[in-house]
């Protein structure tokens, strides 16, 4: 059984910065991408970003050049550094992971809460 628990959010002024942490456990093929996805009130939860085993990166339009995804592999986790953070970017963060093992099987985390607020 996969578990994934985030870590990280709080409360940060405009401009500010946070790092989200997410800690994976259980049976994680070496295929798959992880990444982060985030719902605003009101809103449908939306891709943020994401990186797969190939090394290769993904980000939405509305953080590329703000927020940067890291993994480290030897310890099954997966960063979210975020920059130069809006009101906009405020939400519940959630992190995801796709494995492949014979088909694709999707995890999430229960979230963290970002609030960007003066």
């Known amino acids: 059984q996969v578990q994934l628990v985030e870590s990280g959010g709080g409360l940060v002024q405009p401009g500010g910065s946070l790092r989200l942490s997410c800690a994976g456990s259980g049976s994680i093929s070496s295929t798959h991408v992880m990444g982060w996805y985030r719902q605003a009130p009101g809103k449908q939860r939306e891709f943020v970003a994401a990186?797969?085993?190939?090394?290769?990166?993904n980000y939405d339009a509305s953080v590329k050049g703000r927020f940067t995804i890291s993994r480290d592999n030897a310890k099954n986790m997966v960063y979210l550094q975020m920059n130069s953070l809006k009101p906009e970017d405020t939400a519940v963060y959630y992190c995801n992971l796709n494995v492949f093992s014979g088909s694709w099987l999707e995890y999430w985390g229960r979230g963290t809460q970002v609030t960007v607020s003066s």
């Open positions: 990186w797969n085993t190939a090394g290769s990166t």
